[in-house]
């Protein structure tokens, strides 16, 4: 295996959809360690401080019409914030369908 | 000194900014923040701020500001409630420029109900404690729209005195900037089975340039107050309906003003269409006009969809559901299509520039 390859799989990588690029500066793309996807959001918001009151009320609470999947799976059925991570997954972080 | 004029019209999807030298020709510039909705945008004419209350669902409600007149946009830190409170920021309903005298403060009004201060020009907000300290909060109830500040009105020679109007909640008022309020809701002249005004406000302004002069917009009525007086004074008889939202008061005259009445339950125009009613003698007696208007046309105007600018031949706007603007330079007399295929206007800010 080439070095190239290890390094891709380490970590997370978070990537950012419609919205929530814009709410980060124009970031498409976060590389990140993590185990959990609380710690991804963190670690997300660490490096954009602009998305944590995007992301979070002021009670800490996710924001509603916030969509999270981890690679094809819905979060919500992972566990949500207890989703576990591990090396080489893909968070993504997805404006949910609402609106009209 | 040449003026020029800029109208900020929040819509349901986005801000869009009209300006024009002559207020005959206006260019439209927009949407900025769509698909969000744009519950009520101002301009500070101290130091030519602009603010949007930008309540989207995508992130959450937030208030963003602009010191180049629009070209770039800024995010505030966002209203918070204290920790351990049971409520959560859902959005602003109304962002108001402090007074001359207080540069850099900037009020605003939220869902939840509640006031909150600004003392950086909009980039963080501070609750207003002694307001949510009132026992009689837990009267307040939401109206159809929610329950919402909306309306900060601060008196013209003294900043330290204002009113604020809940919907619905009533009339609250401060003589020391905000540190106490006393309910203010008593009547004169109105419905005789209660003392106080119904306590879903819609709009209540406070005159720009004369000390003690308000106008104020309720659920089923309209009521004067002049200077020295304690109570609302009755003045709704002559619209051909209580209810409504949009209402503006001149600038240059304390007895003269504008609002739009509205089926009260339909919520839009009466039968033969929309119309803007004035009174110049402080709300004894209202006049109809409607040249210019589409004639039969059920619009419907919100409550911050209303609004004049600052030059001498005073301008008077107003926008509506189907996305139109008018303009009046004729203090109302006549109308005139200025902008449409807007989406669905919820608020008109007119701005003299200078």
């Known amino acids: ?100 | 000194m040449t003026k020029s004029a800029m109208l900020l019209v929040g819509t349901k999807k986005g801000l869009y900014t009209m300006r024009s030298s002559d207020r005959k020709k206006w260019t439209v510039d927009g949407p900025h923040a769509a698909p969000a909705p744009i519950h009520h945008a101002s301009f500070d004419p101290r130091e030519q701020s602009m603010y949007a209350a930008i309540n989207s669902t995508w992130g959450g409600s937030r208030i963003e500001y602009s010191r180049d007149l629009g070209k770039t946009w800024l995010t505030s830190k966002n209203p918070a409630f204290p920790e351990g409170s049971d409520r959560t920021f859902y959005q602003t309903w109304h962002i108001e420029p402090g007074h001359a005298k207080t540069p850099n403060v900037v009020w605003a009004g939220t869902e939840p109900a509640a006031l909150w201060k600004s003392e950086d020009r909009g980039e963080t907000w501070t609750l207003n404690q002694a307001l949510d300290d009132q026992p009689s909060r837990k009267e307040w109830v939401p109206g159809f729209g929610g329950m919402g500040l909306h309306s900060i009105a601060i008196d013209a020679a003294d900043p330290n005195t204002m009113q604020v109007g809940i919907s619905v909640g009533g009339v609250y008022t401060t003589t020391d900037g905000g540190k106490s309020w006393a309910r203010d809701n008593a009547q004169t002249g109105g419905p005789e089975d209660r003392p106080d005004v119904f306590g879903c406000i819609h709009k209540l302004l406070a005159h720009p340039n004369v000390s003690g002069v308000r106008f104020m917009r309720v659920h089923l009525e309209v009521y004067w107050r002049d200077p020295g007086e304690t109570t609302w004074t009755y003045r709704t008889t002559g619209l051909p309906t209580k209810f409504g939202f949009a209402a503006a008061i001149h600038p240059h005259d304390a007895k003269t003003a504008w609002c739009i009445p509205l089926h009260d339950m339909k919520r839009t125009a009466i039968e033969p269409g929309i119309a803007v009613f004035k009174t110049t003698d402080r709300g004894a007696t209202w006049t109809r006009h409607a040249a210019g208007l589409p004639q039969g046309a059920a619009l419907e105007s919100l409550r911050e969809g209303m609004d004049n600018d600052d030059f001498d031949d005073v301008g008077v706007y107003f926008g509506t559901a189907n996305g139109d603007v008018y303009s009046s330079l004729d203090e109302g007399k006549s109308w005139e299509r200025i902008a449409q295929y807007l989406p669905y206007v919820v608020s008109v800010h007119a701005a003299t520039l200078q």
Not at chain 1, 9 to 22: F, M, S, Y
Not at chain 1, 61 to 86: C, S
């Open chain 1, 1 to 100: 295996m080439s070095s190239d390859v290890v390094a891709r799989q380490k970590g997370v990588k978070v990537l950012l959809h419609g919205a929530w690029r814009q709410f980060a500066g124009g970031a498409k793309e976060v590389a990140l360690e993590a185990t959990t996807l609380r710690e991804a959001l963190e670690g997300l918001t660490e490096r954009y401080p602009s998305l944590k009151e995007r992301l979070r009320d002021e009670h800490g609470k996710l924001r509603p019409h916030l969509a999270l999947f981890v690679n094809d799976e819905d979060a919500r059925l992972l566990g949500w914030e207890d989703a576990a991570l591990k090396d080489g997954d893909i968070l993504h972080v997805i404006p949910a369908l609402s609106g009209g």
